[in-house]
């Protein structure tokens, strides 16, 4: 039996607003704020939408919980607490010392679909992973894209598997040990579906980044587009028990406030953190080297938890590949140096000359103020490797030996380490952009778009796959019957080992990155990192090299590769292999 429901919705620029239910029109009242309500009687799973002025059809709801018929449809009920958990016993995980598995639910498997993710967590906790980062999975136009063109922010994609299949998936996580991160997306919104500028001004006068108009976070009306954030944060976190949040691109939220958007919504989730009685992690994706970004507010910071460090990728992935091209200029010509800065300070820019921006950028970290695990360290993750023009995988570049090098280094870094889907064991399909955009002139225009961008950059434009080809697609998703041939065998085991070896020894997760020191020889490539009693040995070169210590090693606890000799305090390592080697105090 249908039953009394009030729907509101914050629409200040249109005149007049009905509600169009279940086929039936119902007159709407506004308040002085600009909201719009009407009580009237709905089934728990009706369909509705909001007549805007004379405007034909109904607009879907901008804090819609279920999209059934796509973006441009009818808004469906769902009531999130109509799901039965089964996490009761889950009490959370805090961030330091653990492991991060970056996934794109389309792709991770053949299915494409949150219960389909599910079927393959076993590997995950064999893996030994303590979260899992989902990649963007809210409303978006079509069947499969990454994810950064949502335009329904409270809604999930349907093809995934809708809000009940996504409370599945985090139930099932939390059930085997494994916390959620959610990839969210503050910054814009996609080009197809968006319906919120009739409703309200969700877009800044005048103001605009790279994927299109800045998001008012400060103009007039701005309170409840910021509330309209922040309050999606907290369905995350509350109604869908998911344990942190990823902020893409928060260096593109212009906000002139004297408190920052990123710091409101600090304060909030730390309040929602002890209501629930678990750790909620805020997790920024940011350009701008400030380490202010990850400071406590307390300290002057916007508080919060962690931030993705590109330097770090960009250090490793020019050593071990040898590229130097854009952005990657100046971490290749830092050499082994550079690594061992970012190993032990976070920030290749600091404060310095950046040849790219043609500018200086950043500021120091306080090591002494700061812990490692602020920083999230990988060597591949969705962008590094689908922003590439044919979206290669480093394990199509290089050697078994030297992916065991990079897995080594980040697994062993004093920062929270990331692995991107299937990296694992070195998979061979590649990670392209993908698109499916219904409209054909959106999809030429995304294409085309893709093709100049990779032209300015020195890329030959025949090799650029085409978005919207939906063998673009398919030819991105995981192989899993890799897992048992080799070398990507060997490649897992090498990150298994790893990942427990990290679990066995303290000194691998310990934060303080005061107590890290880098030594290294640029002419023989080489890198020595000291992380407590343990020496973390890499051989980047093609022959083995014979490397004093500043301690007598005593035992080798993980070899990438062939076992290493140790003659006191000089370890021979073979080519193309790292080590990590105990020591007599």
């Not at 796509?70 to 995980?93: E, N, Q």
């Not at 994810?147 to 349907?158: F, L, R, S």
């Not at 400071?295 to 020019?318: C, E, I, M, N």
């Not at 890198?527 to 090693?553: F, H, K, Q, T, Y």
Request: charged share 25%; proline share 6%.
């Amino acid at each position: 039996m249908p039953q009394p429901v009030e729907f509101s919705v914050w629409a200040p620029l249109p005149e007049r607003v009905r509600l169009s239910l279940d086929g039936q029109v119902h007159d709407m009242q506004r308040d002085d704020a600009g909201w719009w309500r009407v009580t009237a009687p709905a089934e728990p799973e009706s369909d509705y939408g909001f007549l805007l002025d004379d405007t034909e059809p109904a607009r879907p709801d901008p804090r819609s919980r279920r999209q059934p018929d796509g973006v441009h449809g009818l808004s469906r009920r769902y009531d999130p607490s109509s799901y039965s958990w089964g996490d009761r016993a889950w009490t959370g995980r805090p961030l330091a010392g653990g492991v991060v598995y970056e996934l794109h639910v389309g792709t991770f498997t053949r299915e494409g679909t949150f219960d389909a993710v599910v079927r393959n967590l076993d590997h995950l906790v064999d893996l030994g992973v303590d979260f899992i980062e989902l990649l963007p999975v809210n409303g978006f136009n079509g069947t499969h894209n990454w994810g950064y063109d949502g335009v329904a922010w409270y809604a999930v994609q349907e093809t995934y598997g809708g809000p009940a299949g996504y409370q599945r998936l985090v139930d099932a996580c939390h059930q085997r040990g494994i916390g959620v991160i959610q990839d969210v997306v503050y910054n814009h919104l996609g080009p197809s579906g968006n319906y919120l500028p009739e409703f309200f001004p969700i877009f800044a006068e005048g103001g605009a980044n790279s994927w299109g108009n800045s998001i008012n976070l400060a103009g007039p009306d701005s309170d409840e587009v910021r509330r309209y954030i922040i309050d999606n944060a907290l369905m995350w976190l509350r109604d869908m028990h998911v344990d942190g949040l990823r902020l893409d691109a928060v260096h593109a939220l212009v906000d002139e406030r004297a408190t920052h958007v990123l710091e409101e919504m600090a304060q909030e989730v730390e309040k929602l953190s002890v209501a629930e009685g678990r750790p909620l992690t805020l997790i920024a994706e940011s350009d701008l080297n400030d380490p202010g970004m990850v400071t406590p507010r307390v300290a002057g910071g916007k508080g919060l938890d962690a931030q993705w460090s590109d330097d770090f990728h960009h250090s490793l992935h020019t050593q071990l590949t040898g590229e130097g091209q854009g952005y990657y200029a100046d971490f290749a010509a830092g050499g082994l140096g550079g690594l061992a800065k970012v190993l032990t300070g976070a920030y290749f820019h600091a404060g310095d000359w950046s040849s790219f921006r043609r500018r200086h950028h950043g500021r120091p970290v306080d090591t002494n103020a700061l812990p490692g695990w602020k920083f999230v360290g990988y060597l591949q993750d969705h962008d590094q490797i689908g922003n590439r023009a044919v979206g290669d995988r480093i394990s199509a570049t290089l050697s078994p030996g030297l992916l065991g090098v990079g897995a080594t280094l980040v697994l062993t870094s004093p920062f929270t380490p990331m692995l991107f889907m299937g990296e694992e064991w070195g998979a061979s399909t590649p990670w392209q952009f993908f698109t499916s955009h219904p409209e054909p002139e959106l999809g030429k225009a995304t294409a085309e778009g893709r093709i100049g961008e990779f032209a300015e950059h020195g890329w030959d434009a025949e090799v650029v796959p085409d978005p919207q080809d939906p063998e673009t697609f398919t030819r991105s998703k995981l192989d899993w019957a890799e897992l048992t041939e080799e070398p990507h065998a060997h490649v897992l085991a090498v990150h298994k080992a790893l990942i427990a070896l990290r679990r066995a020894h303290p000194d691998l997760v310990d934060p303080d990155l005061t107590a890290v020191a880098v030594s290294w020889d640029d002419a023989d490539r080489w890198l020595v990192v000291r992380r407590g009693s343990l020496r973390v040995v890499a051989n980047l070169s093609d022959s083995p090299r014979e490397i004093d210590l500043d301690v007598d090693a005593d035992e080798v606890l993980f070899a990438s590769g062939e076992m290493p000799t140790l003659d006191g305090g000089v370890v021979t390592l073979p080519a193309e292999s790292a080590a990590v080697l105990s020591t007599r105090r």
